[in-house]
């Protein structure tokens, strides 16, 4: 099987609409009812999108930009989560064999964790939800985020593991006008990271599984200078084994990226991912594919073989997101 | 030739204790003289360092975690950095034939960039500096700095240009606790890169000269992520060819990275360095040496052959510190 764990929902128009009321009106409007004509076309969109570069299976959670941490209030963050966490249910059940869904969480920049808590809750035990997007910045730039290793977190992590999910750690949008288009998820992922790494997060949470999107951001290139750099702290230079605490999704659009990434963190701890439909959909005329056409590029590497691939596009997934990624 | 583009000044605690004193009491105080002696043990230790591992010489400059840019007033910052230029330039007297002196500049979080512009001219005209660092948050993670696009910039990139001198591209220390020793560093540069190849920078100033630190960041890793971006914004996917616009240095302590590095920007765009000593210098109990000891990691890639090896080593930092690197 070839299972994308990186992909986000394809919803209609009228999604957004009423994301737009739901900000301008400052939350004062009822939530839309959508019938599965309403999504079927763009879920039927999606699957075409999936068979022409032969994914079997996607996760599918909320657009990261469209997830409005910080805007406005913690009701319109509320009601708008809500709101696309059962989109993406309804329109994994239109298709059961090919989407699972993923939930994003309500996290408003002034609040603490508890809607979050609440929302995963929902969607896992009432839902059927596989795991959660996780944002470590739901000020978007604004000012600085509580740091991954803060007490503000542990509620979540703390029901990630009772209810055994993992999260997808992927940041959102920025209104730090020198950040252009999506270089935040860069940042943010970097910096969550080492923040966890230099934590007792997993030391007090052993059960905690983290995908981190776009091949982990900066760390997975920089990892010299974070070794080195531990070694003058008194450190024991065993950066490289605390990365291999997390895993990394191969949502990178270059070959050099995919190849260094499996270099230094194993194949055991990389993700097929590819955001299809996403920033890499474009066709490069260089090649004549989508730029997230990721699955030849993955396997024309020199440093993959068929066990490495097989753990890239099935076995790492399944053992991540365990039984409920896909039910008996 | 093995010259080492990026160093930075190894100096007696004689100066840190000046800073000091200069910090706590606001520069309530008189500017130390240095004498020859005081200054010869450092350089002959820093020499010692570089002939360990064969550098023939090696661009010093401040040490960026101690440039202070943002902290209490102007005043502090202007007469610390003209103090250390002056401690570089005294150094490099001592050893002409090893070490050539890269002017650090007075850029403080409130103001113009006019003091820089000031210092630049005197070390250039005056002292025979041969470049600058430059540093693109001297806000130090306060708040956004202007971006590098900004018309804030432009006296600096224009004397830049009129003295034909390069700036090395190095943040410097951070008020954000999410970012530990150095990350900022990483964050930074790829914000810069960005704002860069993102403006009409280079079209104002084509013959500006500029070497990004530590490897680019995270961008060179990220690239296909920026050149799919692109695509979605009506652009022409020569991103990957604007980045080679830019110099990038080899303070990437890991061989993958360095791998990497070089074959997305090529063996023209990127200039030996390793800052030794600095954060790389820790030996590793893996290999018994340095990791700062980037030339036999370098030699041993298989991306490179002789031609570019000269390029790494000598031909890209003659060419982009121009006649001033070697008078006749």
């Known amino acids: 099987l070839i299972i994308d ?19 301008a009106r400052r939350a004062w409007m ?61 329109s994994c059940a239109l298709a059961p ?21 609440e929302e995963l809750r929902r969607c896992v035990e009432e839902l059927g939800f596989i795991g959660c997007l996780l944002n470590p910045d ?22 990630m593991c009772r209810l055994d999910v993992p999260a997808l750690l992927h940041p959102a949008s920025s209104s730090d006008p020198r950040e252009p288009y999506s270089l935040h998820f860069i940042l943010e992922e970097s910096i969550a990271i080492m923040g966890l790494l230099n934590s007792d997060v997993f030391t007090d949470f052993p059960d905690l599984k983290i ?24 450190g024991e230079g065993d950066f490289e084994q605390r990365l291999r605490r997390l895993y990394f999704d191969t949502c990178l659009y ?42 030849p590029v993955i396997e024309g590497l020199d440093v993959v073989d068929a066990e490495s691939l097989a753990k890239i596009f099935e076995t790492n997934v399944r053992a991540v997101y365990g039984s409920r990624l896909l039910p008996a």
Do not use: C
């Open 5 to 23: 764990s990186h992909g986000h929902i394809t919803a209609p128009a009228k999604v957004y609409d009423f994301q737009a009321k739901l900000i």
């Open 30 to 90: 009822p939530t839309p009812k959508l019938s599965d004509d309403d999504l079927l076309p763009s879920v039927k969109h999606h699957l075409e999108l999936l068979d022409q570069v032969g994914t079997d299976l996607q996760l599918i959670s909320p657009r990261p930009y469209a997830m409005i941490h910080s805007l406005i209030n913690s009701t319109v963050v509320g009601l708008w989560t809500r709101f696309v966490n059962d989109a993406i249910y309804q």
């Open 97 to 117: 064999d090919r989407l699972r869904p993923v939930a994003g969480l309500p996290q408003f920049r002034d609040s603490d964790i508890t809607a979050s808590v």
């Open 138 to 159: 739901p000020l978007e730039g604004g000012a600085p985020p509580p740091p991954m290793s803060d007490r503000y977190w542990y509620p979540l992590y703390e029901e």
């Open 211 to 234: 995908v981190v999107a776009h091949g982990g951001g900066a760390i997975p290139y920089q990892v010299g200078r974070f070794r080195a750099g531990e070694f003058r702290f008194g």
């Open 254 to 295: 270059s070959p050099s990226a995919l190849r260094l990434l499996i270099e230094v963190v194993g194949a055991d701890r990389v993700l097929f991912g590819s955001e299809r439909p996403g920033t890499g959909s474009p066709v490069d005329p260089k090649t004549g594919t989508s730029m997230d056409d990721l699955k």
